[in-house]
């Protein structure tokens, strides 16, 4: 259900990803499937969990 929202609203954009704690991550929403969200910042891709997603917005 999260996979598909965040494909529909925010494939291609940059958004910030919070998982609790102290860091919060960025980037462009490149890929989201088998309930992992992938990240690409400078030329790196950050793979994330969905179910470990706490808030995702916009930059």
Same mark, same amino acid.
């Given at each position: 259900m999260m996979q598909s929202? $965040?494909?529909e609203h925010y494939l291609n954009k940059d958004v910030d990803v919070?998982? /609790?704690g102290p860091d919060v991550f960025r980037g462009s929403?490149?890929?989201c499937a088998d309930?992992?969200?992938t990240l690409s910042?400078? /030329?790196k891709l950050t793979h994330i969990a969905i179910?470990? $997603?706490i808030a995702l917005w916009s930059q």
């Amino acid at each position: 259900m999260m996979q598909s929202f $965040i494909v529909e609203h925010y494939l291609n954009k940059d958004v910030d990803v919070y998982c /609790g704690g102290p860091d919060v991550f960025r980037g462009s929403v490149v890929a989201c499937a088998d309930n992992v969200l992938t990240l690409s910042s400078e /030329g790196k891709l950050t793979h994330i969990a969905i179910d470990k $997603i706490i808030a995702l917005w916009s930059q």
